[in-house]
C-alpha cells in the first residue's frame, strides 16, 4: 500500500524536479538579486535593500511601460479569447471540408514566434510591406503601422493574436466536444434557440476551460517579448514598451542588473494578482 502511494509521485518527481530547477530557482534568484545593486559591465555587487524597488517605483519610464502594459492586456485578452471561442465553435460544426480548414488554422502554431514576427513585420512594412501594397491597389493610402504611435500598439496585437487566437481555440474545441449532445438535445427539443442553448448551457460548462485560457493568455501577453525586440524596440516613443522588455532593456542594454530583477518581481506580483482576480470572477458553484 505504502508503494502504491508513492508511484503517482515517482512518476511525477521528473517534471517536478524540472519545474523546481527552471522555475522555482530562477525565481528565487531574482528575488535575491533585486536587494542587490549590481552592474551588468563591471561585476559590482553592493546590497542595497529594497532601493531598487524605490527606484524603480520613481522611475516614469517603469509606469509607462506598466501602463502600456495595462493597456496592452485590456486589449488582447478579451479579443484573443472572443475569436478563440467563435473559431472553436465554428471548427466543432459538421461542414463539408471543415478538416482541411481544421489543418490549415493550427499552421501558426507551428511556426515560431520569432518567424511570426519577422514575416508580419515584412508584411506590414511601410515602404514595400504586402499589406500596404493591398491597400494601395484598393485605393488607400500607405500606413506606418509598425511606425506609428497610434498604430505600433494594435500592430503588436494582430501578431499576437495570430498565434494566440488559433492555440487558445483548441482548449476551447476540446471543452465544446466534451459536452454531452444529450444535454443539447434535450434543450432543443424543450424549444431553446441557438442562442438560449449557447448561453444558457454551452456558455456556463465552459467555465473552467474559459477560466483556464484567460490565465493562461493573461501570463501570455504579460511576457510578450519577441515581437517587440525584432519590429519595434519599444517605440515609437515608448508606445509599444511592455514591461518585459523595459526588464530586458534595463537589464541587459543599459546593465543595470539590480533595478531589471525588481522590475521582474514586481510583474512577477502583479501576475499573481491579476490571476487571482480572475480565478475569483469566474468561480462557479461546484
Same mark, same amino acid.
Do not use: C
Given at each position: 500500500m505504502r508503494r502504491q502511494q508513492l508511484l503517482p509521485y515517482l512518476f511525477l518527481a521528473p517534471a517536478l524536479g524540472l519545474l523546481i530547477v527552471f522555475n522555482l530557482v530562477p525565481t528565487i534568484a531574482t528575488l535575491v538579486e533585486s536587494t542587490f545593486i549590481m552592474s551588468l559591465r563591471s561585476g559590482h555587487r553592493v546590497f542595497a535593500g529594497f532601493?531598487?524597488?524605490?527606484?524603480?517605483?520613481?522611475?516614469? =519610464?517603469?509606469?509607462? /511601460?506598466?501602463?502600456?502594459?495595462?493597456?496592452? !492586456? &485590456?486589449?488582447?485578452?478579451?479579443?484573443?479569447?472572443?475569436?478563440?471561442?467563435a473559431l472553436a465553435l465554428?471548427?466543432?460544426?459538421?461542414l463539408p471540408g471543415i478538416g482541411i480548414f481544421r489543418s490549415i488554422y493550427l499552421l501558426p502554431i507551428a511556426v515560431s514566434l520569432n518567424v511570426t514576427a519577422i514575416v508580419w513585420g515584412l508584411m506590414l512594412d511601410q515602404n514595400s510591406g504586402m499589406v500596404n501594397g493591398i491597400l494601395t491597389q484598393l485605393g488607400f493610402?500607405?500606413?506606418?503601422?509598425?511606425?506609428?504611435?497610434?498604430?505600433?500598439?494594435?500592430?503588436? =496585437?494582430?501578431?499576437? /493574436?495570430?498565434?494566440g487566437v488559433p492555440l487558445w !481555440? &483548441?482548449?476551447?474545441?476540446?471543452?465544446?466536444?466534451n459536452i454531452s449532445p444529450t444535454v443539447l438535445e434535450a434543450a432543443k427539443i424543450d424549444g431553446a434557440n441557438a442562442w438560449q442553448s449557447f448561453s444558457k448551457i454551452t456558455l456556463p460548462l465552459l467555465?473552467?476551460?474559459l477560466a483556464f485560457v484567460l490565465v493562461a493568455d493573461t501570463v501570455a501577453n504579460f511576457l510578450m517579448f519577441a515581437p517587440i525586440l525584432l519590429l519595434t524596440q519599444g517605440g515609437p516613443r515608448l508606445s509599444?514598451?511592455?514591461?518585459?522588455?523595459?526588464?530586458?532593456?534595463?537589464?541587459? =542594454?543599459?546593465?543595470?542588473?539590480?533595478?531589471?530583477?525588481?522590475m521582474l518581481t514586481v510583474m512577477l506580483l502583479i501576475v499573481f494578482l491579476i490571476i487571482g482576480l480572475e480565478l475569483y470572477l469566474l468561480r462557479g458553484a461546484e
Open positions: 532601493a531598487n524597488y524605490e527606484r524603480i517605483f520613481n522611475d516614469p =519610464i517603469f509606469w509607462k /511601460s506598466f501602463q502600456v502594459t495595462v493597456v496592452f !492586456s &485590456l486589449l488582447v485578452n478579451p479579443i484573443q479569447i472572443a475569436l478563440a471561442l465554428l471548427i466543432n460544426q459538421k493610402a500607405r500606413q506606418p503601422f509598425l511606425h506609428s504611435v497610434d498604430q505600433a500598439l494594435w500592430s503588436i =496585437i494582430l501578431i499576437a /493574436s495570430w498565434i !481555440s &483548441l482548449f476551447i474545441l476540446a471543452g465544446l466536444q467555465r473552467r476551460v509599444t514598451n511592455l514591461i518585459m522588455y523595459e526588464t530586458y532593456r534595463r537589464g541587459f =542594454i543599459y546593465g543595470d542588473l539590480g533595478a531589471s530583477s525588481a
